[in-house]
């Protein structure tokens, strides 16, 4: 079992920044993917980022360039740095753990974010 908890959300202004911090705990062997995700009222969950366990980062195209994306394995902690901030970037805000085989995936309890304009 692996708990997801994530905090950093909150209101800010277009053009802004916020960082959000996801800490993970329980049984983490194997889970080699962390990611966040965000959905948005009445619009289906999209990712927003990913980082590997090698260090590998794959980006969404319309937050590419904004938001980055970090982990320290050390405090089983994953990052999202999201500067730039537009109102089309409010949403609830999702932590993710994923191991590839067999599929698995955990979820945090999500962290709003609101950028108003």
């Known amino acids: 079992q692996v708990q997801l908890v994530e905090s950093g959300g909150g209101l800010v202004q277009a053009g802004g920044s916020l960082r959000l911090s996801c800490a993970a705990s329980?049984?983490?062997?194997?889970?080699?993917?962390m990611g966040w995700h965000r959905q948005a009222p009445g619009k289906q969950r999209e990712l927003v980022a990913t980082?590997?366990?090698?260090?590998?980062?794959n980006y969404a195209d319309n937050v590419q360039g904004r938001f980055t994306i970090s982990g320290d394995n050390a405090r089983n902690t994953v990052y999202l740095q999201m500067n730039s901030l537009k109102p089309e970037d409010t949403a609830v805000y999702y932590c993710?753990?994923?191991?590839?085989?067999?599929?698995?995936?955990?979820w945090g309890q999500g962290t709003q974010v609101t950028v108003s304009s």
């Open positions: 980082i590997a366990i090698d260090g590998r980062t």
């Open positions: 329980g049984s983490m062997r194997g889970f080699n993917v």
């Open positions: 993710s753990a994923t191991r590839v085989s067999p599929n698995l995936r955990y």
